[in-house]
């Protein structure tokens, strides 16, 4: 915050508060502000403990069903267990192929998603201004929403050949209707009193859109990037599997493609893992930034302020 | 002076002209008879007030929502003026078109017919919701108002600051809404309103959703600054005895389509308590003379 106007430390809030606030300064100081560093360790902890206890439970079933060898083939190798697929895993990982599958991945995931977002944002602001455009495209875009992406890529591979533009394509295309429709949102709901009392103030067009209209729908936009970036790693998986790309790096969806043909499954979990690992990190940055945003205009009920 | 709107009649007036004739208002409605009431004990206030220039002056103005045969009249030829460093208070029966009159000062909506003229100066609106901006601070919140107004930056931290301290609320600077208290938001609402840098502050119900306690606070904070900035002040409200506590007249207005039928004037004899006398008596004045219109209406 630029704007300080005393230090903290030089104000008396007791004093304060009693001389200019009537019976609802006791709305204030409901809010603990403590936070000791044992109190930060017990909440990691208390957030901590299902996902770990979730983690066990999967890999005790997995155990389970290596030793029950139900499926008849655990002699032949087929099926391996939890403990040989971690170590296979983390063998890869010391590895130089894995993690450059892990970059070429990526590396579409970030230009594809960046694409989606570029032309979702677009499509949703010019949508949210004009009018005649909403009535004429904006139930297309809602059932663009619904359609499954992995049905564009005939189109796509038609269009671009077996190249990463087609899975570029497929991804924009499957990101960008939920991420327009996240700001369409947002601008359709900022109250109509904030922007009265943004009129009144003198805000008009870019100072209205800038200082009101955005920010007021930052909310509703970062929901619809967070689903905008569900359905865009979707699509560049089925993209990997579908669009086998020849004479270059292999993607994480290539080794998943060659762990099936040389019937490996731990060499199959091992990649889905890295590719859950993967989802669940950005899916993680997403949910902070959407209650970071929440706790700072107060809708997070009973949260530490 | 500048003609902020007009349609309907034609501006027989010319801006700049000394004063509308106080007659203005018996013109206003045929059919019921305005009058000022001069409270006991009050002489004089009216000539003082018809030699100090208008702030706003509102002439015939109507205002008709919808068309055809469902078109509804909010407000009715209604005429009123608020002089330089008046606090006018506007009573009247909820739907009698308090609101929709203030939003036509403000410029936020236009009249059907009639004339607003708010002589050039700055007007600003203030509601009972505090309508900050919930992702600013206090003190962004007040410096966006003087952003609005191109203010160069390096003054709008001290404006800011200044304005804060205004209204008490310095040391809370960094708190977001949320953080603050209702009558704190409303103080920083206050603040941003003054920050649009008004000669005329248009009210509307600001007090309303705050206790007793914390809106008597209020009351005397506002008279303070109004009287620091020789503010005019139209301000809308439900409650008699706030009314009576604040202004220097009391209007009421009909139920609707609302119209001026009935004045009081306040003599200006220092600080009021809302608790005090006279407070209670023109109260209770105003409050038998909305009761009578709700009769008459069929409340």
Known sequence: MAIRTQPADQVQPDLERSAITGLDSLELGLAGTGRAPGRLARKYWTATWPKLLAIVIVLAGWQLFYLSNWHGDTASGLVKSPGYTLRYLGGQLQHAPLWQAI???VRTAVIGYALAVLIGSAVGALISRIPPLRAAVGSIISGLQTMPSIAWFPFAIILFGITTSAILFVMALGAAPSIANGLITGVDYTPPLLLRAGRTMGL?????????ILPASLP???AGLKQGWAFSWRSLMAGELLVIITGQAPSLG???NTAQDNLDLSAAIAVMIIILAIGIVVDGVFTKVDLTIRRRRGLLLGAAR | MSL??????PPEHAPGASAFPEGARATTAELRIPATHQVPGDPGTTADRGEAPAAIRLTEVSKVYGRGPRALLAVDRLSLTVATGEFVCLVGASGCGKSTLLSIIAGLDTATAGQVVTGGQRVSLMFQEP???PWLTAARNVELALRARRVPKAERRQRTTELLETVHLAAFADKRPHELSGGMRQRVALARAL?????????DEPFGALDAMTRDLLHDELERICAERALSVLFVTHNVREAARLGDRVVVLSSRPGTVIEEYQVPRTGPRRIDS????ELASKVTDRLRDEMRHHGH
Do not use: P
Not at chain 1, 204 to 212: G, P, T
Not at chain 2, 195 to 203: E, F, P, R
């Open chain 2, 131 to 133: 309508a900050l901006f």
């Open chain 1, 254 to 256: 290539i080794l998943l």
């Open chain 2, 4 to 9: 902020t709107q007009w349609r309907g009649t």
């Open chain 1, 220 to 222: 509703a936009y970062v």
């Open chain 1, 103 to 105: 970059g070429v991945t």
């Open chain 1, 204 to 212: 008009r067009r870019v100072a209205l859109y800038r200082h009101l």
């Open chain 2, 195 to 203: 920050a649009q840098d008004a000669d005329v502050l248009l009210m």
């Open chain 2, 277 to 280: 006398v006279q407070v209670a």
